[in-house]
């Protein structure tokens, strides 16, 4: 909020607040803050007036909730007031719980229990250091909480992820207007301004992931360019709760402040706030192809299973009136919407919900302020109207375009209250003045349900027939696609698009394929005409057919591998001593790389070696005692593969036989007998060499075995042996020595004891 003033000396202050100039663009002097929604001194707005060029946030705080917080008759429940730093009493404001009834969003949360389902992405300016940790608070604090006031309890809000997506949780993101996190200066009026757009984005969709984009500053190029980065994502939608005054070339920003059908890569909704002080237009609200939210007061009657809505009433706060610059978009243009008299360019608003700060929300915010606060402005009503196109989204059926506000559906209109003195429908509500009953601080009316931003489907569509099987390379069979109904009179587009990168379709078995393939259906006919899938990649593809207003239909494609064209021998080459043996393994594939199951024969044209066994997946191949060269080869169906195989010839050892000094023990006598195995062109000795070591009596070609033995060469190369008798007399110690790579080393001493 910029410079705060105490919370009790700023709630007898009247309209008047002292709001720092950082609040509002980074001017210096103390302002005058306009306060026209409510009673006099019950209430602040969080940003100041901006500066030419510039927008102003549209949260406005309630001061002292326990007084001035009146939603209904059993409003007088324990309450936090500002200043106080305790986040045990229980929050004032609405909960989840409350805005969900009031808005009869049951059957859309039940339709969405996929944690991150659909993403919101919310732009402001400034950084907001304790985004994240408030949220999360927030969070969880209102997860499944029951307001003590209406006895109301909501639905689960999941935790923020911590670290990577996982099942249960959806993400926050935090970026700078380019998407980067190099986050701007800190501002606290526009930090209450985030904490009360992500609190109410968990309120209403509690299962959207949230994207918070912080723009450089508040200026309208800098908000501009953080929304293009927004809607470069592709979210459910992009939301915007704040404005400024109109100016002449506003309509250069309406290209990113316009929604994004589903055919531009994911449908996107824009939402914008209408403003905090009355009848009057601001930007970017004013832009055409966005949904510019107004606002309402919300009270109740009664409690628990008891409790009912009063119909709502003009906030007389909202922003509303006739644009200076903005061309009125096609759905406003009839006459259940618009007298030309009184309007013939755009008319703001489109829709709305709660926004009186009396009738307020509960927002959890720490960046220099004490916790639970209450609030209210379009702000508040954007966000709750952002977060119902995520609840669409999340269904699978949103209607990103404010067109389908207008059509009669899913909103009830509010009928009466004003924000201004301007004696027409764009100040005032109030049945007989238009047959839709819209009004500008209300537009259509408020939400019941999800209806108003789903698309109206025209029937669903389906393929001929409902599954198929293809070989990687060839087309499938002839294929339809059926419409649940009759195609209107224009005739309907169905556009094919698949799954596999190497999916492909055709009106023509014999080729012509493509990626995609729209087809059209005439009118009055209920299916496209034949066409053909082809598809490179085995496994199993989905094939999707859509049209605008249509349901999505599916198919699901089993692609096996086409004939064997490769094998493929790994090792691809290998050096192997004499008389050692290596295995080697066969792969298969299709001409597109497609694995193929094999199980070759197997030759090899190595003198001397041999292959074991001779088919299979795989071979053991043996060196014979001869070095040379050739190849090992896997053969199946006249395809083959190769490894080469060069025999390398061992290399030679020298072994040593010594012996010690004899030494009795008793009846005993101990002899220690050393073997040395070394290179025989280094002569550097051979640490592991595996070692037997026979003793004979008498002579070695003719003598008794007495004694065996067996060891391991250490890094000296040698190993020694005790021999240990009861007789003396002559004795032969032969060694024998194998080591990888080198042939086997033999070597003999005699020796008495």
């Known amino acids: 909020m910029g410079t705060r003033i105490s919370g009790w000396l700023k709630a007898t202050v009247a309209s008047v607040a002292l709001v720092a100039g950082i609040a ?7 302002t005058a803050a306009s306060s026209s929604a409510a009673t006099p001194g019950d209430h602040a707005p969080a940003c100041g007036t901006p500066a030419a060029g510039h927008a102003r946030c549209g949260a406005i705080e309630l001061l002292n909730p326990s007084q001035n917080w009146h939603p209904g008759p059993n409003a007088a429940a324990p309450s936090k007031k500002p200043g106080s730093g305790s986040t045990t009493t229980a929050p004032s404001g609405y909960y989840p719980a409350d805005l969900q009834s009031a808005y009869n969003l049951a059957g859309a949360l039940s339709s969405m229990t996929k944690p991150g389902g659909a993403t919101i992405a919310v732009v402001d300016a400034y950084n907001d250091p304790y985004a994240a940790t408030d949220l999360a608070a927030y969070r969880s604090t209102m997860n499944a909480a029951t307001d003590p006031r209406t006895n109301l309890t909501g639905t689960k809000i999941p935790p923020l992820c911590s670290s990577t997506t996982s099942p249960g949780c959806v993400t926050f993101k935090k970026v700078n207007q380019s998407g980067g996190t190099s986050y701007p200066k800190g501002n606290t009026g526009w930090g209450e301004e985030i904490s009360l757009d992500l609190d109410m984005i968990s309120a209403i969709c509690p299962n959207c992931n949230i994207t918070l984009v912080e723009a450089s500053s508040s200026s309208f190029s800098n908000l501009n360019a953080a929304v ?5 994502l592709h ?4 939301t915007n709760s704040y404005g400024g005054s109109e100016f002449s070339s506003e309509t250069s920003y309406n290209a990113n402040y316009s929604y994004s059908p589903s055919s531009s890569g994911g449908a996107t909704a824009v939402t914008a706030a209408t403003g905090d002080s009355g009848y009057g237009v601001e930007f970017p609200a004013a832009a ?21 809505w009063n119909p709502q009433t003009v906030w007389s706060g909202a922003g509303a009136g006739c644009s200076a610059y903005e061309t009125m978009p096609s759905w406003q243009d009839t006459s259940a919407f618009d007298v030309s008299s009184v309007c013939a360019s755009r008319q703001v608003g489109d829709v709305s919900a709660v926004a009186d700060p009396n009738t307020g929300v509960a927002v959890y915010d720490t960046y220099s302020e004490p916790g639970w606060m209450v609030f209210g402005g379009t702000s508040a009503s954007t966000q709750i109207i952002g977060a119902m196109y995520g609840l669409a989204a999340g269904a699978g059926v949103e209607q990103p375009s404010p067109a389908g506000l207008y059509q009669g559906t899913g909103v009830v209109a509010v009928t009466s209250g004003s924000d201004g003195s301007c004696g027409t429908y764009l100040c005032q509500a109030g049945t007989g003045r238009l047959s839709s009953g819209y009004a500008g601080p209300v537009g259509v009316g408020v939400p019941d349900g999800i209806g108003a931003f789903s698309a109206a489907t025209a029937g669903s569509l389906s393929f001929s027939p409902s599954s198929e099987t293809a070989t990687a390379g060839q087309p499938t069979g002839s294929l339809k696609v059926n419409l649940s109904a009759p195609a ?20 023509s078995s014999t080729g012509g394929f493509n990626h995609t393939l729209s087809l059209t259906v005439a009118g009055g006919a209920t299916a496209t005409g034949t066409f053909y899938y082809e598809d490179t990649v085995a496994g199993t593809s989905t094939v999707t057919a859509s049209a605008p207003g249509w349901t999505t239909g599916n198919l699901s494609v089993t692609v096996d591998p086409g004939p064997l064209a490769s094998i493929t021998v790994s090792p691809s080459s290998a050096t192997v001593a004499e008389g050692a043996t290596q295995t080697f393994t066969a792969t298969g594939a299709d001409s597109y790389g497609n694995p193929v199951v094999v199980d070759p024969s197997w030759t090899t044209t190595v003198s001397g070696g041999a292959v074991s066994p001779s088919s299979g997946s795989s071979t053991t191949f043996t060196a014979g005692s001869t070095s040379g060269a050739g190849a090992v080869t896997a053969t199946q169906n006249g395809v083959s593969g190769s490894a080469s195989v060069t025999v390398s010839s061992l290399a030679a050892m020298t072994v040593t036989v010594t012996n010690g000094l004899t030494v009795r023990k008793g009846p005993n006598y101990r002899t220690p007998v050393t073997v040395t195995a070394a290179d025989a062109t280094t002569l550097a000795p051979l640490s592991g060499a595996n070692v037997a070591l026979d003793v004979f009596s008498g002579s070695c070609s003719t003598g008794t075995l007495v004694s065996s033995g067996s060891g391991t060469t250490g890094s000296n190369g040698q190993v020694t042996f005790t021999f240990t008798t009861k007789s003396q007399g002559t004795y032969c110690a032969v060694a024998t020595a194998t080591y990888s790579g080198y042939s086997t080393g033999t070597s003999q001493d005699s020796f008495t004891n």
């Not at 509002?24 to 103390?30: A, C, I």
């Not at 293009?228 to 470069?232: G, I, L, N, P, T």
């Not at 979210?235 to 992009?238: H, M, S, Y």
Request: hydrophobic content about 30%; glycine content about 20%.
């Open 24 to 30: 509002s663009g980074g001017q210096g002097s103390l």
């Open 488 to 507: 209107p009179s224009g005739g309907v587009t169905v556009n094919l698009a698949t799954s596999s990168s190497g999916g492909s379709f055709s009106t």
């Open 288 to 308: 055409p192809n966005l949904t510019a939210v107004g606002g309402t007061s919300l009270t109740y009657t009664g409690t628990g299973a008891t409790l009912a």
């Open 235 to 238: 979210p459910a939608a992009v």
């Open 228 to 232: 293009a980065y927004a809607k470069s």
